[in-house]
Protein backbone atom coordinates (compact mmCIF):
# COMPACT_ATOMS: atom_id res chain seq x y z
CA UNK A 1 0.00 0.00 0.00
CA UNK A 2 2.57 2.07 0.51
CA UNK A 3 3.80 2.20 -3.02
CA UNK A 4 0.33 3.62 -4.39
CA UNK A 5 1.29 6.64 -2.38
CA UNK A 6 2.68 7.73 -5.88
CA UNK A 7 -0.70 7.69 -7.47
CA UNK A 8 -1.65 11.15 -7.41
CA UNK A 9 -5.04 10.79 -9.21
CA UNK A 10 -5.93 7.48 -7.93
CA UNK A 11 -10.30 8.01 -7.33
CA UNK A 12 -10.99 4.32 -6.29
CA UNK A 13 -9.26 2.23 -4.46
CA UNK A 14 -11.24 -1.16 -3.59
CA UNK A 15 -10.23 -4.85 -2.09
CA UNK A 16 -13.95 -5.44 -1.58
CA UNK A 17 -14.92 -9.21 -0.93
CA UNK A 18 -11.00 -10.92 -1.12
CA UNK A 19 -9.90 -12.38 2.18
CA UNK A 20 -7.51 -9.60 3.28
CA UNK A 21 -6.58 -10.38 7.06
CA UNK A 22 -5.00 -8.06 9.53
CA UNK A 23 -4.87 -4.55 10.51
CA UNK A 24 -4.59 -1.57 7.94
CA UNK A 25 -1.60 -0.15 7.90
CA UNK A 26 -0.91 3.36 8.43
CA UNK A 27 0.30 4.18 5.05
CA UNK A 28 -3.71 3.97 4.12
CA UNK A 29 -3.56 7.92 5.07
CA UNK A 30 -0.67 8.77 2.52
CA UNK A 31 -3.42 8.06 -0.23
CA UNK A 32 -4.08 10.64 -2.70
CA UNK A 33 -5.77 13.40 -1.45
CA UNK A 34 -8.29 13.10 -4.63
CA UNK A 35 -9.40 9.52 -3.38
CA UNK A 36 -12.93 9.17 -3.66
CA UNK A 37 -14.01 5.62 -3.11
CA UNK A 38 -12.48 3.41 -0.34
CA UNK A 39 -14.04 -0.08 -0.44
CA UNK A 40 -12.46 -2.57 1.95
CA UNK A 41 -16.00 -4.60 2.52
CA UNK A 42 -16.39 -8.10 2.78
CA UNK A 43 -12.53 -9.53 4.02
CA UNK A 44 -11.24 -10.18 7.41
CA UNK A 45 -9.36 -7.31 8.47
CA UNK A 46 -9.04 -6.53 12.19
CA UNK A 47 -7.83 -4.04 14.91
CA UNK A 48 -8.97 -0.67 15.80
CA UNK A 49 -10.55 1.86 13.15
CA UNK A 50 -7.69 2.63 10.15
CA UNK A 51 -6.53 5.94 11.48
CA UNK A 52 -5.14 7.05 7.84
CA UNK A 53 -8.68 7.79 6.56
CA UNK A 54 -8.38 11.32 8.53
CA UNK A 55 -6.16 12.23 5.99
CA UNK A 56 -8.66 11.42 2.71
CA UNK A 57 -10.40 15.01 2.52
CA UNK A 58 -12.61 14.50 -0.45
CA UNK A 59 -13.58 11.10 0.54
CA UNK A 60 -17.34 10.46 -0.36
CA UNK A 61 -17.74 6.27 -0.15
CA UNK A 62 -16.10 4.54 2.89
CA UNK A 63 -17.34 1.32 3.07
CA UNK A 64 -15.29 -0.98 6.37
CA UNK A 65 -18.46 -3.48 6.58
CA UNK A 66 -18.41 -7.07 7.05
CA UNK A 67 -14.73 -7.10 8.80
CA UNK A 68 -13.97 -7.84 12.35
CA UNK A 69 -13.21 -4.27 13.56
CA UNK A 70 -13.26 -3.70 17.00
CA UNK A 71 -12.66 -0.48 19.23
CA UNK A 72 -14.86 2.81 18.75
CA UNK A 73 -15.47 5.01 15.82
CA UNK A 74 -13.62 7.92 16.41
CA UNK A 75 -15.11 12.10 16.36
CA UNK A 76 -13.01 12.81 13.83
CA UNK A 77 -15.06 11.19 10.88
CA UNK A 78 -17.63 13.71 11.36
CA UNK A 79 -14.77 15.96 9.91
CA UNK A 80 -15.34 14.25 6.41
CA UNK A 81 -17.52 16.71 5.15
CA UNK A 82 -17.68 15.31 1.67
CA UNK A 83 -19.00 11.46 2.59
CA UNK A 84 -22.25 10.57 0.78
CA UNK A 85 -22.23 6.88 2.29
CA UNK A 86 -20.57 5.37 5.48
CA UNK A 87 -21.20 1.25 5.71
CA UNK A 88 -19.39 -0.30 9.09
CA UNK A 89 -22.12 -2.42 9.42
CA UNK A 90 -21.38 -6.17 10.46
CA UNK A 91 -17.91 -5.67 12.58
CA UNK A 92 -17.55 -5.43 16.61
CA UNK A 93 -17.50 -1.57 16.94
CA UNK A 94 -18.13 -0.45 20.74
CA UNK A 95 -18.76 2.44 22.51
CA UNK A 96 -21.36 5.21 21.51
CA UNK A 97 -21.86 6.36 17.88
CA UNK A 98 -20.36 9.72 17.24
CA UNK A 99 -22.66 13.17 17.58
CA UNK A 100 -20.12 14.43 14.97
CA UNK A 101 -21.90 12.46 11.99
CA UNK A 102 -24.36 14.99 12.08
CA UNK A 103 -21.86 16.91 10.70
CA UNK A 104 -21.66 15.06 7.23
CA UNK A 105 -24.44 17.12 5.79
CA UNK A 106 -23.87 15.45 2.24
CA UNK A 107 -24.48 12.04 3.80
CA UNK A 108 -27.24 9.48 1.90
CA UNK A 109 -26.66 6.57 3.86
CA UNK A 110 -25.60 5.20 7.05
CA UNK A 111 -25.26 1.49 7.92
CA UNK A 112 -23.98 0.72 11.31
CA UNK A 113 -26.18 -2.64 11.95
CA UNK A 114 -24.45 -5.60 13.34
CA UNK A 115 -22.02 -4.14 15.28
CA UNK A 116 -22.05 -3.53 19.50
CA UNK A 117 -22.76 0.35 20.07
CA UNK A 118 -24.28 1.33 23.00
CA UNK A 119 -26.06 4.02 24.27
CA UNK A 120 -28.53 5.97 22.80
CA UNK A 121 -29.38 7.25 19.06
CA UNK A 122 -28.03 10.58 18.48
CA UNK A 123 -31.37 12.83 18.11
CA UNK A 124 -28.83 15.07 16.00
CA UNK A 125 -28.39 12.62 13.15
CA UNK A 126 -31.95 14.42 12.09
CA UNK A 127 -29.45 16.91 10.63
CA UNK A 128 -28.69 15.06 7.96
CA UNK A 129 -31.01 16.37 5.75
CA UNK A 130 -29.72 14.45 2.90
CA UNK A 131 -30.16 11.41 4.46
CA UNK A 132 -31.96 8.33 2.77
CA UNK A 133 -31.28 5.06 4.98
CA UNK A 134 -30.43 4.70 8.47
CA UNK A 135 -29.68 1.30 9.64
CA UNK A 136 -28.41 0.71 13.38
CA UNK A 137 -30.03 -2.48 13.63
CA UNK A 138 -28.93 -5.03 16.22
CA UNK A 139 -27.01 -3.13 17.95
CA UNK A 140 -27.15 -2.54 21.91
CA UNK A 141 -28.90 0.67 21.87
CA UNK A 142 -31.22 2.04 24.24
CA UNK A 143 -33.72 4.90 24.91
CA UNK A 144 -35.90 6.64 23.26
CA UNK A 145 -36.46 6.73 19.47
CA UNK A 146 -35.75 10.77 18.22
CA UNK A 147 -38.69 12.21 17.01
CA UNK A 148 -35.98 14.16 14.81
CA UNK A 149 -35.04 11.28 12.33
CA UNK A 150 -39.03 11.48 11.07
CA UNK A 151 -38.39 14.89 9.73
CA UNK A 152 -35.80 14.11 7.38
CA UNK A 153 -37.17 14.91 4.40
CA UNK A 154 -35.57 12.56 2.31
CA UNK A 155 -35.40 9.22 4.85
CA UNK A 156 -36.76 6.03 2.59
CA UNK A 157 -35.37 3.71 5.06
CA UNK A 158 -35.24 2.84 8.60
CA UNK A 159 -34.29 0.01 10.39
CA UNK A 160 -33.62 0.62 14.69
CA UNK A 161 -34.82 -3.60 14.97
CA UNK A 162 -33.36 -6.17 17.44
CA UNK A 163 -32.19 -3.09 20.15
CA UNK A 164 -33.37 -2.51 23.48
CA UNK A 165 -35.33 1.16 22.40
CA UNK A 166 -38.00 1.94 24.54
CA UNK A 167 -40.92 4.89 25.40
CA UNK A 168 -43.37 5.64 23.19
CA UNK A 169 -42.87 5.48 18.91
CA UNK A 170 -43.00 9.45 18.41
CA UNK A 171 -46.65 10.51 16.59
CA UNK A 172 -44.08 13.08 14.34
CA UNK A 173 -43.65 9.72 12.50
CA UNK A 174 -46.12 11.08 9.96
CA UNK A 175 -43.57 13.80 8.65
CA UNK A 176 -41.70 11.12 6.71
CA UNK A 177 -43.40 11.05 3.39
CA UNK A 178 -41.16 9.17 1.43
CA UNK A 179 -40.38 6.53 4.52
CA UNK A 180 -40.98 3.02 2.57
CA UNK A 181 -39.40 0.30 5.06
CA UNK A 182 -39.74 0.95 8.58
CA UNK A 183 -38.64 -2.06 10.76
CA UNK A 184 -38.71 -1.71 14.69
CA UNK A 185 -38.70 -5.38 15.63
CA UNK A 186 -37.30 -6.66 18.75
CA UNK A 187 -37.42 -3.69 21.45
CA UNK A 188 -39.52 -2.58 23.84
CA UNK A 189 -41.40 -0.22 22.85
CA UNK A 190 -44.42 0.42 24.36
CA UNK A 191 -47.67 2.74 24.66
CA UNK A 192 -50.29 3.44 21.04
CA UNK A 193 -49.21 2.71 17.69
CA UNK A 194 -49.49 6.37 16.39
CA UNK A 195 -52.17 7.13 14.11
CA UNK A 196 -50.01 9.16 11.96
CA UNK A 197 -48.08 6.49 10.48
CA UNK A 198 -51.32 6.05 8.02
CA UNK A 199 -49.88 8.99 7.01
CA UNK A 200 -46.57 7.92 5.21
CA UNK A 201 -48.19 7.27 2.05
CA UNK A 202 -44.93 5.46 0.34
CA UNK A 203 -44.99 2.88 2.95
CA UNK A 204 -44.61 -0.56 1.76
CA UNK A 205 -42.94 -2.53 4.93
CA UNK A 206 -43.94 -2.57 8.23
CA UNK A 207 -41.96 -4.32 10.99
CA UNK A 208 -43.21 -3.37 14.89
CA UNK A 209 -43.44 -7.29 16.25
CA UNK A 210 -42.21 -8.33 19.31
CA UNK A 211 -42.37 -4.96 21.19
CA UNK A 212 -44.97 -3.99 23.56
CA UNK A 213 -47.62 -1.96 21.88
CA UNK A 214 -51.28 -1.84 23.13
CA UNK A 215 -53.94 -0.14 22.04
CA UNK A 216 -56.15 -0.73 18.85
CA UNK A 217 -54.65 -0.91 15.18
CA UNK A 218 -54.49 2.15 13.49
CA UNK A 219 -57.60 2.09 10.92
CA UNK A 220 -55.66 4.73 9.20
CA UNK A 221 -52.93 2.32 7.89
CA UNK A 222 -56.03 1.16 5.19
CA UNK A 223 -54.51 4.74 3.55
CA UNK A 224 -51.57 3.64 2.68
CA UNK A 225 -52.19 1.88 -1.04
CA UNK A 226 -48.78 0.83 -1.42
CA UNK A 227 -48.48 -1.56 2.04
CA UNK A 228 -47.04 -4.81 1.19
CA UNK A 229 -45.82 -6.40 4.12
CA UNK A 230 -47.83 -5.71 7.83
CA UNK A 231 -46.11 -7.25 10.89
CA UNK A 232 -47.54 -6.35 14.31
CA UNK A 233 -47.41 -9.73 16.41
CA UNK A 234 -46.46 -10.18 19.35
CA UNK A 235 -47.37 -6.95 21.37
CA UNK A 236 -50.52 -6.32 23.43
CA UNK A 237 -52.61 -5.18 20.76
CA UNK A 238 -56.49 -4.94 21.42
CA UNK A 239 -59.80 -4.73 19.66
CA UNK A 240 -61.04 -5.50 16.29
CA UNK A 241 -59.44 -6.00 12.99
CA UNK A 242 -60.20 -2.79 11.16
CA UNK A 243 -61.61 -4.60 7.76
CA UNK A 244 -60.39 -2.04 5.82
CA UNK A 245 -56.98 -3.69 6.03
CA UNK A 246 -58.33 -5.88 3.43
CA UNK A 247 -58.69 -3.17 0.89
CA UNK A 248 -54.99 -2.94 0.52
CA UNK A 249 -54.72 -4.44 -3.15
CA UNK A 250 -50.96 -4.84 -3.19
CA UNK A 251 -50.68 -6.26 0.74
CA UNK A 252 -48.83 -9.73 0.17
CA UNK A 253 -48.31 -10.47 4.32
CA UNK A 254 -50.30 -10.01 7.58
CA UNK A 255 -49.15 -11.02 10.81
CA UNK A 256 -51.14 -9.96 13.73
CA UNK A 257 -50.70 -13.41 16.03
CA UNK A 258 -49.79 -13.76 19.46
CA UNK A 259 -51.70 -9.97 20.90
CA UNK A 260 -55.66 -9.98 22.55
CA UNK A 261 -57.38 -8.96 19.41
CA UNK A 262 -61.26 -9.80 19.51
CA UNK A 263 -64.26 -9.84 17.71
CA UNK A 264 -65.11 -11.08 13.99
CA UNK A 265 -62.17 -11.79 11.58
CA UNK A 266 -63.06 -9.57 8.56
CA UNK A 267 -63.86 -11.60 5.25
CA UNK A 268 -62.49 -9.20 2.65
CA UNK A 269 -59.51 -8.50 0.75
CA UNK A 270 -56.46 -10.35 1.60
CA UNK A 271 -58.44 -12.01 4.42
CA UNK A 272 -60.06 -14.31 1.97
CA UNK A 273 -56.01 -16.35 1.68
CA UNK A 274 -55.68 -18.00 5.38
CA UNK A 275 -52.07 -18.98 4.17
CA UNK A 276 -50.58 -15.40 4.25
CA UNK A 277 -52.76 -13.85 7.58
CA UNK A 278 -51.55 -14.91 10.51
CA UNK A 279 -53.65 -14.48 13.28
CA UNK A 280 -52.76 -17.05 15.66
CA UNK A 281 -52.84 -16.78 19.44
CA UNK A 282 -55.57 -13.98 19.89
CA UNK A 283 -58.19 -16.20 21.89
CA UNK A 284 -60.82 -13.52 21.34
CA UNK A 285 -61.28 -13.35 17.31
CA UNK A 286 -63.82 -15.86 15.99
CA UNK A 287 -65.74 -16.10 12.11
CA UNK A 288 -63.68 -15.30 8.99
CA UNK A 289 -63.34 -17.83 6.47
CA UNK A 290 -63.06 -21.37 6.76
CA UNK A 291 -59.47 -21.69 6.26
CA UNK A 292 -58.81 -19.69 9.39
CA UNK A 293 -60.14 -22.37 11.27
CA UNK A 294 -61.95 -20.32 14.28
CA UNK A 295 -65.27 -21.19 16.16
CA UNK A 296 -68.35 -18.77 14.84
CA UNK A 297 -69.13 -15.94 15.63
CA UNK A 298 -72.47 -15.93 17.98
CA UNK A 299 -75.04 -13.51 19.26
CA UNK A 300 -76.75 -14.48 22.70
CA UNK A 301 -80.36 -13.99 22.96
CA UNK A 302 -81.74 -12.05 25.42
CA UNK A 303 -84.11 -14.40 27.23
CA UNK A 304 -81.50 -17.44 27.25
CA UNK A 305 -81.28 -19.05 31.44
CA UNK A 306 -78.40 -18.29 33.15
CA UNK A 307 -77.59 -22.00 32.80
CA UNK A 308 -77.62 -22.16 29.22
CA UNK A 309 -75.61 -19.14 29.26
CA UNK A 310 -73.17 -20.59 31.16
CA UNK A 311 -73.01 -24.07 28.94
CA UNK A 312 -72.36 -21.72 26.10
CA UNK A 313 -69.93 -20.15 27.83
CA UNK A 314 -67.98 -23.29 28.70
CA UNK A 315 -68.16 -24.76 25.08
CA UNK A 316 -66.91 -21.95 23.72
CA UNK A 317 -64.02 -21.81 26.06
CA UNK A 318 -63.10 -25.11 25.63
CA UNK A 319 -63.20 -24.62 21.94
CA UNK A 320 -61.01 -21.65 22.06
CA UNK A 321 -58.06 -23.74 24.53
CA UNK A 322 -58.19 -26.66 21.67
CA UNK A 323 -57.85 -24.00 18.90
CA UNK A 324 -55.61 -22.01 20.61
CA UNK A 325 -52.82 -24.76 21.99
CA UNK A 326 -53.03 -26.45 18.26
CA UNK A 327 -52.46 -23.10 17.18
CA UNK A 328 -49.28 -22.54 19.29
CA UNK A 329 -48.46 -26.33 18.70
CA UNK A 330 -47.81 -25.43 14.72
CA UNK A 331 -46.31 -21.88 15.67
CA UNK A 332 -43.51 -23.59 17.51
CA UNK A 333 -43.17 -26.35 14.55
CA UNK A 334 -43.47 -23.06 11.87
CA UNK A 335 -40.81 -21.02 14.14
CA UNK A 336 -38.26 -24.41 14.73
CA UNK A 337 -38.74 -24.70 10.78
CA UNK A 338 -38.03 -20.88 10.09
CA UNK A 339 -34.94 -20.76 11.98
CA UNK A 340 -33.29 -23.86 10.29
CA UNK A 341 -34.32 -22.05 6.95
CA UNK A 342 -33.85 -18.30 7.97
CA UNK A 343 -31.26 -18.20 5.55
CA UNK A 344 -32.79 -19.89 2.64
CA UNK A 345 -35.07 -19.91 -0.47
CA UNK A 346 -36.09 -23.03 -1.83
CA UNK A 347 -36.35 -23.80 -5.57
CA UNK A 348 -39.04 -25.69 -7.06
CA UNK A 349 -36.80 -28.18 -8.12
CA UNK A 350 -35.69 -29.18 -4.85
CA UNK A 351 -32.63 -27.44 -3.97
CA UNK A 352 -32.02 -24.76 -0.86
CA UNK A 353 -30.51 -21.28 -1.86
CA UNK A 354 -29.05 -18.34 0.66
CA UNK A 355 -30.45 -15.66 0.13
CA UNK A 356 -28.53 -13.69 -2.25
CA UNK A 357 -26.66 -10.31 -2.59
CA UNK A 358 -24.94 -8.82 -5.60
CA UNK A 359 -21.79 -10.20 -4.84
CA UNK A 360 -23.34 -13.83 -5.17
CA UNK A 361 -24.85 -12.94 -9.15
CA UNK A 362 -21.33 -11.31 -9.81
CA UNK A 363 -19.66 -14.81 -8.33
CA UNK A 364 -22.16 -16.99 -10.05
CA UNK A 365 -22.20 -15.31 -13.91
CA UNK A 366 -18.49 -15.27 -13.51
CA UNK A 367 -19.14 -10.87 -13.62
CA UNK A 368 -21.43 -11.11 -15.83
CA UNK A 369 -19.08 -12.40 -18.21
CA UNK A 370 -20.31 -11.84 -22.30
CA UNK A 371 -20.27 -15.70 -22.50
CA UNK A 372 -23.03 -16.07 -19.98
CA UNK A 373 -24.87 -13.62 -22.26
CA UNK A 374 -27.95 -15.33 -23.07
CA UNK A 375 -30.77 -12.31 -23.93
CA UNK A 376 -31.06 -8.80 -24.24
CA UNK A 377 -34.21 -6.94 -24.37
CA UNK A 378 -34.89 -2.84 -23.94
CA UNK A 379 -35.12 -3.01 -19.84
CA UNK A 380 -32.49 -6.16 -19.01
CA UNK A 381 -29.52 -8.43 -19.50
CA UNK A 382 -30.50 -12.06 -19.17
CA UNK A 383 -27.51 -14.22 -17.94
CA UNK A 384 -26.86 -17.77 -17.28
CA UNK A 385 -25.55 -18.32 -13.97
CA UNK A 386 -24.45 -20.99 -11.12
CA UNK A 387 -25.23 -20.62 -7.81
CA UNK A 388 -23.62 -21.77 -4.76
CA UNK A 389 -22.35 -24.58 -3.41
CA UNK A 390 -25.44 -26.79 -5.35
CA UNK A 391 -24.08 -25.16 -8.30
CA UNK A 392 -28.28 -25.22 -9.52
CA UNK A 393 -28.02 -23.66 -12.74
CA UNK A 394 -30.63 -20.41 -12.85
CA UNK A 395 -30.79 -17.29 -14.90
CA UNK A 396 -30.44 -14.00 -13.56
CA UNK A 397 -32.24 -10.76 -15.27
CA UNK A 398 -30.38 -8.08 -14.90
CA UNK A 399 -31.74 -4.69 -15.28
CA UNK A 400 -30.52 -1.86 -16.64
CA UNK A 401 -31.81 1.12 -14.51
CA UNK A 402 -30.71 3.98 -16.66
CA UNK A 403 -33.31 2.85 -18.86
CA UNK A 404 -36.73 4.68 -19.04
CA UNK A 405 -39.05 1.79 -17.59
CA UNK A 406 -36.55 -0.45 -16.43
CA UNK A 407 -37.41 0.25 -12.74
CA UNK A 408 -41.11 0.00 -13.42
CA UNK A 409 -40.29 -3.33 -14.77
CA UNK A 410 -38.48 -4.67 -11.97
CA UNK A 411 -40.94 -3.57 -9.83
CA UNK A 412 -44.34 -5.25 -11.25
CA UNK A 413 -42.57 -8.45 -11.86
CA UNK A 414 -41.58 -8.31 -7.78
CA UNK A 415 -45.40 -7.21 -7.32
CA UNK A 416 -46.34 -10.44 -9.39
CA UNK A 417 -43.50 -12.89 -7.71
CA UNK A 418 -45.91 -15.11 -5.83
CA UNK A 419 -48.07 -15.73 -8.48
CA UNK A 420 -48.07 -19.83 -8.65
CA UNK A 421 -48.72 -22.16 -11.76
CA UNK A 422 -46.96 -25.17 -13.44
CA UNK A 423 -47.13 -22.97 -16.65
CA UNK A 424 -45.73 -19.66 -15.34
CA UNK A 425 -41.77 -19.13 -15.26
CA UNK A 426 -41.05 -18.83 -11.20
CA UNK A 427 -39.38 -15.90 -9.62
CA UNK A 428 -36.77 -17.54 -7.06
CA UNK A 429 -35.55 -14.45 -5.46
CA UNK A 430 -34.45 -10.68 -6.03
CA UNK A 431 -31.68 -8.95 -5.35
CA UNK A 432 -32.11 -4.99 -4.93
CA UNK A 433 -28.57 -3.85 -3.72
CA UNK A 434 -25.47 -1.52 -4.68
CA UNK A 435 -22.72 -2.82 -7.27
CA UNK A 436 -19.11 -2.73 -6.11
CA UNK A 437 -19.27 1.47 -7.51
CA UNK A 438 -22.27 2.19 -4.86
CA UNK A 439 -24.38 2.24 -8.24
CA UNK A 440 -27.98 1.02 -7.71
CA UNK A 441 -28.32 -2.49 -8.79
CA UNK A 442 -31.20 -4.59 -9.24
CA UNK A 443 -31.99 -8.17 -10.71
CA UNK A 444 -34.30 -11.32 -10.45
CA UNK A 445 -33.32 -14.95 -10.04
CA UNK A 446 -35.39 -17.50 -12.21
CA UNK A 447 -35.81 -21.11 -12.97
CA UNK A 448 -33.46 -22.08 -15.50
CA UNK A 449 -35.49 -23.17 -18.42
CA UNK A 450 -32.95 -25.73 -20.38
CA UNK A 451 -35.44 -26.24 -23.96
CA UNK A 452 -34.73 -22.51 -24.95
CA UNK A 453 -38.05 -20.34 -26.48
CA UNK A 454 -40.61 -21.47 -28.30
CA UNK A 455 -39.38 -18.64 -31.32
CA UNK A 456 -36.09 -20.75 -31.53
CA UNK A 457 -38.14 -23.97 -31.58
CA UNK A 458 -40.06 -23.05 -34.45
CA UNK A 459 -37.22 -20.78 -36.14
CA UNK A 460 -34.70 -23.26 -36.10
CA UNK A 461 -32.28 -22.76 -38.70
CA UNK A 462 -31.86 -26.35 -40.36
CA UNK A 463 -27.94 -25.06 -40.54
CA UNK A 464 -27.53 -25.50 -36.46
CA UNK A 465 -29.53 -29.20 -36.70
CA UNK A 466 -27.09 -32.13 -35.72
CA UNK A 467 -27.95 -35.45 -36.88
CA UNK A 468 -27.41 -36.84 -33.12
CA UNK A 469 -29.08 -34.23 -31.67
CA UNK A 470 -32.73 -34.09 -33.24
CA UNK A 471 -36.17 -34.87 -31.36
CA UNK A 472 -39.14 -34.19 -34.11
CA UNK A 473 -42.12 -32.61 -32.32
CA UNK A 474 -45.28 -34.36 -33.27
CA UNK A 475 -48.28 -32.68 -33.44
CA UNK A 476 -49.67 -33.96 -30.17
CA UNK A 477 -46.48 -32.18 -28.73
CA UNK A 478 -47.45 -29.44 -30.52
CA UNK A 479 -50.79 -28.70 -29.50
CA UNK A 480 -49.88 -29.64 -26.11
CA UNK A 481 -47.79 -26.67 -26.22
CA UNK A 482 -50.93 -24.81 -26.80
CA UNK A 483 -52.47 -25.97 -23.90
CA UNK A 484 -49.62 -25.36 -21.94
CA UNK A 485 -50.17 -21.86 -23.16
CA UNK A 486 -54.02 -21.32 -22.91
CA UNK A 487 -53.69 -22.68 -18.97
CA UNK A 488 -51.08 -19.89 -18.21
CA UNK A 489 -53.62 -17.41 -19.57
CA UNK A 490 -56.42 -18.45 -18.34
CA UNK A 491 -54.78 -18.51 -14.81
CA UNK A 492 -53.97 -15.00 -15.41
CA UNK A 493 -57.16 -13.91 -15.69
CA UNK A 494 -59.46 -15.66 -13.83
CA UNK A 495 -58.01 -17.72 -10.74
CA UNK A 496 -55.83 -15.19 -9.48
CA UNK A 497 -57.28 -12.16 -6.98
CA UNK A 498 -57.74 -9.78 -10.02
CA UNK A 499 -56.99 -10.66 -13.56
CA UNK A 500 -53.31 -10.05 -14.77
CA UNK A 501 -52.68 -8.94 -18.46
CA UNK A 502 -49.60 -9.89 -19.53
CA UNK A 503 -49.49 -7.51 -22.62
CA UNK A 504 -46.63 -9.13 -24.42
CA UNK A 505 -47.95 -12.44 -24.97
CA UNK A 506 -44.79 -14.08 -27.80
CA UNK A 507 -43.02 -17.25 -28.72
CA UNK A 508 -39.92 -15.97 -27.31
CA UNK A 509 -41.85 -15.25 -24.17
CA UNK A 510 -42.83 -18.48 -23.97
CA UNK A 511 -40.01 -20.93 -22.32
CA UNK A 512 -39.54 -24.91 -22.36
CA UNK A 513 -38.32 -27.10 -19.65
CA UNK A 514 -36.52 -30.16 -19.45
CA UNK A 515 -39.72 -32.26 -20.82
CA UNK A 516 -40.86 -29.85 -22.81
CA UNK A 517 -43.56 -28.14 -20.62
CA UNK A 518 -44.54 -24.61 -21.91
CA UNK A 519 -43.96 -22.00 -19.29
CA UNK A 520 -45.10 -18.22 -20.09
CA UNK A 521 -42.46 -15.73 -18.79
CA UNK A 522 -41.43 -12.17 -18.80
CA UNK A 523 -44.09 -10.23 -17.14
CA UNK A 524 -42.33 -6.38 -17.08
CA UNK A 525 -45.33 -5.00 -19.29
CA UNK A 526 -47.98 -7.16 -17.48
CA UNK A 527 -50.78 -4.77 -15.79
CA UNK A 528 -52.99 -5.90 -12.74
CA UNK A 529 -57.22 -5.12 -13.31
CA UNK A 530 -59.36 -4.83 -10.59
CA UNK A 531 -62.98 -4.76 -11.48
CA UNK A 532 -63.13 -2.50 -14.03
CA UNK A 533 -59.46 -1.19 -13.07
CA UNK A 534 -55.96 -1.49 -15.21
CA UNK A 535 -53.32 -0.86 -13.84
CA UNK A 536 -49.24 -1.70 -13.41
CA UNK A 537 -48.58 -3.66 -10.22
CA UNK A 538 -45.25 -0.68 -10.31
CA UNK A 539 -47.19 2.40 -11.41
CA UNK A 540 -46.54 4.29 -8.25
CA UNK A 541 -42.90 4.32 -8.78
CA UNK A 542 -42.79 5.66 -12.54
CA UNK A 543 -44.80 7.53 -15.07
CA UNK A 544 -46.27 5.63 -18.07
CA UNK A 545 -44.80 5.87 -21.51
CA UNK A 546 -47.21 6.90 -24.75
CA UNK A 547 -45.12 3.99 -26.71
CA UNK A 548 -46.46 0.82 -27.84
CA UNK A 549 -47.30 -1.32 -25.33
CA UNK A 550 -46.01 -5.12 -26.73
CA UNK A 551 -44.53 -6.33 -29.54
CA UNK A 552 -45.38 -5.44 -33.10
CA UNK A 553 -47.19 -8.70 -34.77
CA UNK A 554 -48.48 -10.30 -31.61
CA UNK A 555 -49.89 -6.79 -29.96
CA UNK A 556 -53.76 -6.27 -30.06
CA UNK A 557 -54.71 -3.56 -32.59
CA UNK A 558 -56.42 -1.70 -29.80
CA UNK A 559 -53.19 -1.53 -27.63
CA UNK A 560 -50.81 -0.21 -30.59
CA UNK A 561 -53.32 2.77 -31.16
CA UNK A 562 -53.11 3.90 -27.42
CA UNK A 563 -56.49 1.87 -26.45
CA UNK A 564 -57.20 0.17 -22.68
CA UNK A 565 -55.32 -3.09 -22.35
CA UNK A 566 -57.52 -6.06 -21.20
CA UNK A 567 -57.85 -9.32 -21.23
CA UNK A 568 -58.86 -9.79 -25.02
CA UNK A 569 -55.75 -8.46 -25.31
CA UNK A 570 -53.42 -11.18 -24.55
CA UNK A 571 -56.27 -13.68 -26.05
CA UNK A 572 -55.32 -11.58 -29.61
CA UNK A 573 -51.65 -12.30 -28.90
CA UNK A 574 -52.35 -16.12 -28.23
CA UNK A 575 -54.71 -16.46 -31.75
CA UNK A 576 -51.71 -14.98 -32.92
CA UNK A 577 -49.37 -17.31 -31.47
CA UNK A 578 -51.02 -20.46 -32.60
CA UNK A 579 -51.17 -20.67 -36.11
CA UNK A 580 -47.23 -20.54 -35.86
CA UNK A 581 -46.82 -23.36 -33.51
CA UNK A 582 -48.92 -25.26 -35.88
CA UNK A 583 -46.42 -23.81 -38.78
CA UNK A 584 -43.94 -26.04 -40.47
CA UNK A 585 -44.00 -29.07 -42.54
CA UNK A 586 -44.67 -32.22 -40.39
CA UNK A 587 -41.69 -33.57 -39.79
CA UNK A 588 -40.34 -30.61 -37.86
CA UNK A 589 -37.35 -30.96 -35.67
CA UNK A 590 -35.37 -28.89 -33.07
CA UNK A 591 -31.47 -28.86 -32.27
CA UNK A 592 -31.54 -30.05 -28.40
CA UNK A 593 -27.92 -28.89 -27.22
CA UNK A 594 -26.35 -31.12 -24.40
Same mark, same amino acid.
Given at each position: ???????????????????????????????????????????????????????????????????????????????????????????????????????????????????????????????????????????????????????????????????????????????????????????????????????????????????????????? @????????????????????????????????????????????????????????????????????????? @?????????????????????????????????????????????????????????????????????????????????????????????????????????????????????????? @???????????????????????????????????????????????????????????????????????????????????????????????????????????????????????????????????????????????????????????????????????????????????
Amino acid at each position: MHNLSNCTELRIFSLHANCFKGPVPASLGNLSIQLQSLLFGGNKLTGSFPSGIANLRNLNYLGLESNQFTGMVPEWLGSLQKLQRMHLNDNSFTGFIPTSLSNLSQLGYLYLGSNKFGGHIPPTLGNLQMLEALNVSNNNLHGRVPRAIFRIPAITEIDLSFNNLDGQLPSGIGNAKQLAYFKLSKNKLSGDIPNTLGNCESMENIELDSNIFSGSIPTS @LSKIKGLQFLNLSNNRLTGSIPGSLGNLQFLEQLDLSFNHLEGEVPRNGIFKNATIVQIDGNQGLCGGTLGVN @LVTCFIMPLKWSAKRKLAMVLNVVITVVIMVSIGVAIVVMLLRREKQNRNFITTPFGAKLPKISYNDLFKATEGFSSSNLIGKGGYSSVYKGRLFQDREVVVVKVFTLETRGAQKSFMTECA @LRNVRHRNLVSVLTACSSTDFRGNDFKALVYEFMPRGDLHKLLHASQNDESSSNLIYISLARRLSIVVDVSDAVAYQHHNHQGSIIHCDLKPSNILLDNVMVARVGDFGLARFKIDSAVSSPADSYSTSSVAVRGTIGYVAPECATGGQVSTASDVYSFGVIYPNNKGRNASFVVVVRP
